[in-house]
């Protein structure tokens, strides 16, 4: 887990997005401005984690909602 590059991302605003888990390709749905950890419900590794604004994501935006 420790070589996961997370990537802050910019410029989406409040709203939903659609996240894919690179582990297993499961997708889920959650917000931008999260205050949480995400992790996948399928594998548990961390999808996205909270910087106090938008969130950092290790995982492939597949969709704004």
Do not use: H, W
Not at 16 to 31: M, S
Not at 41 to 47: A, D, F, K, L, V
């Amino acid at each position: 887990m420790a070589d996961q590059k997370f990537v802050k991302l910019k410029s989406i605003g409040n709203k939903f997005i659609k996240l894919k888990c690179k582990d297993c390709g499961n997708e889920q749905i959650t917000y931008t401005k999260i205050s949480s950890v995400v992790v996948c419900n399928i594998c548990g590794s961390t999808m996205a984690r909270p910087t106090g604004g938008t969130l950092e994501t290790t995982s492939e935006v597949t969709g704004v909602l």
